[in-house]
């Protein structure tokens, strides 16, 4: 089937340590996209790609980096940079005509 | 200011009441918007979308656009216990997203 996977689902991070959450559509979409979620609060759009090898900061860039090697593949690193990285962490993927879909998340903790 | 206002509840209805979900925008060069639910530790789905100002209907769901005001609006006919979520309103092709109204239908 296709769709948008992320993983690790749960995560647990050590202070200093950078860590990378994983993405892949088999969607052939172009582009795609990293939210944060924290409780009780909206998306947070971190970082977005409209094509292979280019990508943009969003509203909260900083602390994160991305890549774009592949279509397929939107890697997240989360750096020791990000002073307060706990939090829900959606993929997204968007197909022509503006309709964005996501992924099931991943749950990154700070320990 | 923030590009997509949306009031984040908590809102409690009964069953078979109807719900109305509101956002406002505030950046008119994007003019699709769509409605997104998203069960607890979740991803959200897409529910419905539009491009145009007036009503789209799919079922018990209704969108509204009123472009004048910069108003979205989410109805929800006979609401249903598996309609509690929280619910995202997003504009544009950056996607914005609103802070989510969490709802909670009572049986």
């Known amino acids: 089937d296709g769709g948008i996977t992320q993983s690790p689902k749960y995560l647990f991070r050590k202070e200093g340590q950078n860590v990378t959450l994983s993405c892949e559509q088999n969607l052939n979409h172009d582009a795609m996209y990293w939210y944060r979620q924290d409780p009780g609060q909206g998306l947070r759009l971190i970082y977005y790609s409209q094509i292979v090898n280019d990508f943009q900061k969003g509203d909260i860039a900083e ?17 020791s940079a990000q002073k307060n990285p706990t939090a829900f962490y959606l993929c997204a993927s968007m197909r022509a005509g503006n309709t964005i879909y996501f992924g099931e998340g991943s749950w990154l903790t700070v320990v | ?46 529910l419905m979308y539009t491009y145009s100002s007036g009503n789209k209907e799919d079922g018990r769901f209704t969108a509204q656009v009123d472009k004048s005001s910069k108003y979205i609006s989410l109805f929800i006919r006979d609401s249903q216990p598996s309609d509690s979520a929280t619910y995202l309103c997003a504009q544009g092709r950056y996607m914005r997203f609103g802070a989510g109204t969490r709802l909670t239908v009572k049986p």
Not at chain 2, 11 to 29: D, F, H, K, M, R
């Open chain 2, 1 to 46: 200011q923030k590009e997509v206002e949306q009031d984040p509840g908590p809102l409690s209805v009964p069953e078979g009441a109807i719900v109305s979900l509101n956002c406002t925008y505030s950046n008119s060069a994007f003019q699709y918007f769509m409605w997104y639910r998203q069960y607890s530790r979740k991803g959200p789905e897409l």
């Open chain 1, 63 to 79: 602390g994160y980096s991305v890549s774009r090697e592949k279509k397929e593949s939107f890697p997240l690193t989360v750096t």
